[in-house]
């Protein structure tokens, strides 16, 4: 079945370094998502990438998608205090129905 | 939130007892999910559906059931419970727009 792989699984950082995590999966995917999910919280969708080499950004926040579509990353930069958290990749299957989570990577910033 | 709620959000329970999670969504949409969450593997899915009674496995679906009997609700059943379904259990729902999943609050099921 589908794999998906996330590296690495924790990273800690001063506030105002940048922060990456990557996602490799073992088979190419239709799209990619991504979740932030809070201590103590519920995963939250942040943003889907469908087209090979796609870069979207949101604010500090740049995610992008392989041109072979099996890996994703994202990137934090100038990390703040509120981005602690757990982010989660998604890979989904061709019919959009089913979704192969990454063991996620957990972030601390430090103030 | 997309109106969904779970319960109950804690359970404690023992080896061998039946448990039923619930999960409730206000909005009428037709994928729901059950995944679990365990330390270093993220989520994992357990079972879907994509309509009532309309049912497929995940990919740790053995020792629990689901049933949909109205659009509204999801049910997780854990036959009789183990150790190893010791877990944070997230209910989600497909959106519509970019097929994001929302999810539920949680339900934190110890099985002693």
């Known amino acids: 079945g589908q794999q998906v792989m996330q590296i690495p699984q924790y990273q800690h950082v001063q506030e105002g370094e940048d922060f990456t995590t990557y996602c490799n999966s073992s088979t190419t995917l239709s799209n990619i998502q991504w979740y932030k999910q809070r201590p103590g919280g519920h995963p939250v969708f942040l943003i889907q990438?469908?087209?090979?080499?796609e870069v979207k950004k949101q604010k500090r926040l740049t995610f992008q998608f392989g041109e072979a579509k099996k890996n994703s990353s994202l990137h934090i930069t100038a990390t703040q205090t509120t981005d602690v958290g757990t982010y989660f990749c998604?890979?989904?299957?061709?019919?959009?129905?089913?979704?192969?989570f990454g063991s996620g990577t957990k972030l601390n910033v430090k103030p | 939130d997309a109106g969904i709620t779970q319960s109950p959000r804690h359970k404690v329970t023992e080896t061998g007892t039946p448990v039923t999670l619930r999960c409730h969504q206000t909005?009428?949409?037709?994928?729901m999910y059950w995944y679990r969450q365990d330390p270093g593997h993220g989520l994992r899915l357990i079972h879907y559906s994509y309509g009532v009674k309309d049912t497929d496995k995940g990919e740790v679906s053995d020792g629990y059931s689901v049933s949909r009997s109205k659009t509204e609700d999801f049910l997780l059943t854990l036959e009789s419970a183990t150790s190893s379904q010791t877990s944070v259990y997230f209910c989600a729902i497909k959106g519509t727009s970019d097929s994001e999943q929302y999810f539920g609050p949680g339900t934190r099921l110890t099985v002693t």
């Open positions: 998604a890979g989904v299957e061709d019919n959009f129905n089913k979704f192969y």
């Open positions: 909005e009428n949409h037709r994928y």
């Open positions: 990438l469908v087209k090979s080499g």
